[in-house]
């Protein structure tokens, strides 16, 4: 309180976030003092080092590729299948998440609709640590659902990396995200982010389905909306100009 109240100018990690920030739901407690003090706040959209995250120089990548060689992500997908032990299949969807296991994440909604999922001709990878409910959760499911689900509890920033190449689509339906950084990093990757519209993913990702945009966007924070985001997408993978 007492920075902002003194502060020349305050900013936040992306322009929504800003904006959300009147809201007491976002703002913990602060959203008088933001509301009081808004003509000195400002959002500027974080961002990625494209350097560090580059698809055409990344050590940790099997194949590098750029937007000009995009099929070779298919041999990186091929290459994630087989360290993972999942089936080799080119041609089957796969989802990523890459996060920490907590439900401001969205993992609530992803428990929601995830069976639902798993019903398509689909494969999922999870890679991280967060709650034990959430951890003991996907350990489950890859149990349940063996050769379609791939749960790497652990911590591994070069795994990270093979994922980002790797998978199709990323699922990312935070809760709250001042910003984000794993939506813009799978978009350098060629890796399609699907997001719920809050914080900097509204500003970082636009909805495709009209054929603009470079992800799939759902507005009400809800499992069935978020499913419904996904059967969009898949929707559009499986036409293959589209996609």
Aim: glycine share 8%.
């Amino acid at each position: 309180k007492a920075a902002i109240e003194c502060a020349y100018k305050v900013n936040t990690v992306s322009p929504n976030y800003a904006n959300e920030l009147h809201d007491d739901y976002f703002a913990k407690g602060l959203a008088p003092i933001i509301q009081r003090n808004n003509g000195k706040v400002r959002g500027i959209v974080n961002g990625i080092d494209t350097d560090y995250y580059n698809p055409l120089t990344d050590p940790s990548m099997f194949t590098n590729y750029s937007s000009d060689s995009i099929e070779k992500k298919k041999i990186n997908k091929v290459e994630l299948q087989e360290l993972i032990n999942l089936p080799v299949d080119e041609d089957v969807p796969l989802f990523a998440i890459v996060s920490r296991l907590v439900t401001h994440k969205g993992l609530d909604l992803v428990t929601h609709m995830m069976e639902k999922l798993l019903n398509e001709k689909v494969q999922v990878v999870v890679l991280g640590i967060g709650e034990r409910k959430y951890e003991d959760y996907f350990k489950w499911l890859q149990e349940q659902y063996q050769g379609k689900v791939a749960s790497l509890i652990t911590f591994n920033q070069d795994l990270a990396r093979k994922i980002y190449a790797g998978a199709d689509f990323f699922l990312m339906p935070s809760k709250s995200e001042p910003c984000g950084l794993a939506q813009m990093i799978a978009s350098r990757y060629g890796t399609v982010p699907i997001v719920h519209a809050v914080g900097g993913l509204k500003d970082t990702i636009q909805d495709c389905s009209s054929g603009e945009g470079n992800g799939f966007v759902f507005e009400r924070y809800h499992g069935d909306d978020l499913m419904s985001a996904v059967n969009r997408g898949l929707h559009t993978y499986q036409t293959k100009e589209d996609w």
